[in-house]
C-alpha cells in the first residue's frame, strides 16, 4: 500500500479542493479559523474543475481565460497527487496553503488570455519556490505534464461529486466521514473572525445536518475579498451574477 492509498484515519473533515477556485480557498481559511478553535483534523483532497468540465465547450460556457486556469489547476492537481503518494498526506495540507497564498493573497498573476497560453500558475517557475517553501523536493514539478496521473484524479473526483450530486463545484466538505454530512461549500467572500467563523460553522452544519435540507442559494456574489483579485481586506469586491460557477452572464 503506497502512502497514497493510505487513510487520515479519524480525519474529522474530507475537504476536496482545487488550487485555482477562489472561492475553495477562502472556505479553505474559514475551515483553517474552525481547526483552530475545534481542533478538528482536516484530509485535504482533490476535485478537478477541469476534469468536471471535460465535455463543455469553454468558449461558449466560460470566459476566456477559464480553460488557462481550470488546466492549471489540474496541473497542480498532479503534483498534488504525486506530492501525497511519495510524501504523505500530510504534506498536502501545507503546499496548498502556500500554493493559495501565491495565487490569491498576494499581488495578482497576470493569466493566459485565453488564446491557449499556459497560465503561469501551472508551471515549473511559480511551483518550484513554493516546493522549497514546505520542504518538498523539486523534482515533484514533473508531475505538472503526466497525465497519467488524471485517471486517479478523476475517481477522487467522481468521489467527492458522489457525496453531493454532479451540479456543484468546488469546494466539497465531507463533516465527520463516513457516515456524516457532505455538502458544496459554503461559498464566502469574505473572511469572518475567529468568533464569527465558528458561529457560522455551527449553522451550517446545523443546516445540512437535516436529512430534508437540500440547497439554499444565492447566484449574486462579491467578488472574494483577495489581493490575487485585485480586492484588499478592507474592501468589499464587486457583486457579480454568477452562472453554472462562471461569472459570464450573457447565455
Known sequence: MTRDEQQAPGADLHFYLDPVCPFAWMTSKWVRLVQSRRDYSVDWRFISLRLINAEVDYDS????????GHTAGLRLLRVLHRA????GRDVVGPLYEALGAAVFDAAPISGSDGGGGLDPRGTAAFLTPLLAQVGLPEELVDALDDDSLDDALHAETDEALDLTGRDVGTPIIHFRPPTGVAFFGPVI????????????????????????FAELKRSLRELPQ???LGVEEDQVGVTEDWHGGSRRTDR
Not at 460556457?61 to 488557462?68: G, K, N
Not at 501525497?84 to 510524501?87: C, M, S, V
Not at 469574505?190 to 430534508?212: C, K, M, N, Y
Open 226 to 228: 483577495l489581493r490575487g
Open 84 to 87: 501525497r503518494a511519495e510524501h
Open 61 to 68: 460556457h466560460f470566459p476566456p481565460e477559464y480553460e488557462a
Open 189 to 212: 467572500s469574505r473572511l469572518p473572525d475567529e468568533d464569527q467563523a465558528v458561529a457560522l460553522w455551527d449553522h451550517v452544519i446545523g443546516l445540512t445536518s437535516f436529512p430534508g
